[in-house]
């Protein structure tokens, strides 16, 4: 009986290692319901100078507050892409942003730094995040000798699917410990990334 019992426990818990190991497309659905649930489409990855990067990519309007009628307003042209981690709680941990992008196939878009806010040319940032708690963030490195760029290589007919490539470099923006990953370097490189981005309506 015990030894059954014992059997019974262990199989119990090699189920649940493979639940938790289970494939980032199988994942996307499990997590539908938790905040991080809207980035869990497309699919996006890159050759880490430090660890790589292996998400899901969504896309969506670029958007400011509307201070005189409320609420937000879009920019039809311009969109902003979110190349997003998920870990085993279904809790975002990595986000690299890029914004201002006019889609168009083939073109290279020079990824530029911007701390200050709203500008029409390409900009991207990265964060190190434990679902809303913002733990550590980076912002673009620019040396004569690195390239910072994206490339649309294709676009579906309705403009809701958008694949390319990119490779960015990142320099962290704070002076001060990172107390999820204190091996982490100051600065980042992603070389080789790939993605197929969804629409987001938002």
């Not at 199989?11 to 905040?35: D, M, W």
């Not at 990824?111 to 980076?138: C, Q, R």
Request: glycine share 6%; charged share 25%.
């Amino acid at each position: 009986m015990i030894q059954r019992f014992i059997g019974s426990i262990i199989i119990f818990t090699v189920f649940l290692l493979l639940l938790h190991s289970c494939e980032k497309e199988q994942f996307a659905n499990e997590c539908e319901g938790y905040s991080a649930s809207i980035y869990n489409y497309g699919n996006t990855s890159a050759d880490g100078s430090y660890k790589n990067f292996d998400g899901y990519a969504i896309f969506a309007r670029e958007r400011e507050l509307d201070t005189i009628n409320g609420g937000w307003k879009h920019d039809e042209l311009r969109k902003g892409f979110a190349f997003t981690e998920i870990n085993d709680f279904c809790i975002e941990k990595v986000k690299l942003i890029i914004k201002n992008i006019a889609p168009s196939i083939s073109d290279t878009f020079n990824i530029l730094y911007n701390l200050s806010g709203p500008v029409e040319f390409p900009t991207a940032y990265l964060f190190y995040l434990d679902g809303d708690a913002l733990l550590d963030s980076y912002i673009l490195l620019e040396a004569e000798e690195i390239k910072n760029w994206l490339v649309l290589d294709e676009i579906n007919a309705d403009t809701t699917i958008i694949s390319g490539r990119f490779q960015l470099s990142f320099v962290s923006a704070y002076d001060r410990e990172k107390s999820d990953d204190p091996n982490r370097p100051d600065t980042l490189h992603f070389t080789n990334g790939a993605f197929t981005a969804e629409f987001a309506p938002f």
